[in-house]
């Protein structure tokens, strides 16, 4: 199965703009890159996904690679309300989703 | 709508006991997961159910764990007989297109 490879942990200051990477080399043509996030104590919650193209909703926006092997999920405004672990997810044409350790994200005041 | 439900949200259990684990998902959803979740890991996926059938279980352990959706509506996953390294918060989740959704979770300790 395809992985993805995540940086272990990252700091923003509150009001700040954050950029997660995420790298996934071996990610096939018909793999969609889904971000989920799980704040403490709560089950994960979706935040957005895409193919090729770059997509914005409400709550964040997904810059994806020209070579699709990268993908960056930017938060435009960092809050307290932003702090948890943050999942890159490749999802296969099969529906399987394989959750990887994640960015702990943590945002200072 | 309402969420997905799981009950119970915590349970203590010693070891070489049994447990059960109950999910109701959102109403329409047809694809049910069971995953999980170790403390400081990400979730790992047990089993899918598309509808009443089984997808995929290839990381459930048979030989204790065992999983049924009946009517294709909820869903409950049993451990029999539970070890000290199932201790973790087993979470469900459903879906009906791209977006999955996540119940709270059960957190299980076994002693």
């Known amino acids: 199965d395809a992985k993805t490879t995540q940086p272990n942990s990252m700091e923003s200051n509150e009001e700040e703009p954050v950029h997660l990477p995420c790298n996934h080399s071996?990610?096939?043509?018909?793999?969609?890159i889904h971000w989920y996030r799980q704040l403490p104590s709560q089950g994960p919650e979706y935040v957005i996904h895409?193919?090729?193209s770059n997509v914005n909703n409400r709550m964040a926006s997904l810059a994806i690679a020209e070579d699709r092997k990268s993908s960056t999920l930017i938060l435009h405004r960092a809050t307290l309300r932003d702090a948890a672990v943050y999942y890159c997810?490749?999802?296969?044409?099969?529906?399987?989703?394989?959750f990887g350790p994640g960015t702990s994200l943590s945002v200072i005041p | 709508e309402a969420g997905v439900a799981q009950s119970p949200r915590y349970k203590i259990i010693e070891k070489r006991q049994s447990v059960a684990f109950w999910c109701n998902p959102i109403?329409?959803?047809?694809?049910l997961y069971w995953y999980q979740q170790i403390l400081g890991q990400g979730p790992k996926l047990l089993i899918q159910?598309?509808?009443?059938?089984?997808?995929?279980d290839s990381q459930l352990p048979k030989d204790r764990f065992s999983a049924e959706r009946l009517k294709g509506v909820d869903s409950t996953l049993k451990i029999q007989p539970a070890k000290l390294e199932d201790s973790a918060v087993y979470l469900c989740?459903?879906?009906?297109?791209?977006?999955?959704?996540f119940g709270p979770g059960t957190r299980l300790t076994v002693l």
């Open positions: 989740a459903s879906s009906r297109r791209d977006e999955q959704f």
């Open positions: 071996t990610i096939s043509g018909t793999d969609y």
């Open positions: 895409g193919l090729t």
């Open positions: 997810i490749l999802k296969t044409s099969y529906d399987k989703v394989i």
């Open positions: 109403s329409g959803h047809a694809t």
């Open positions: 159910f598309q509808n009443n059938g089984v997808v995929d």
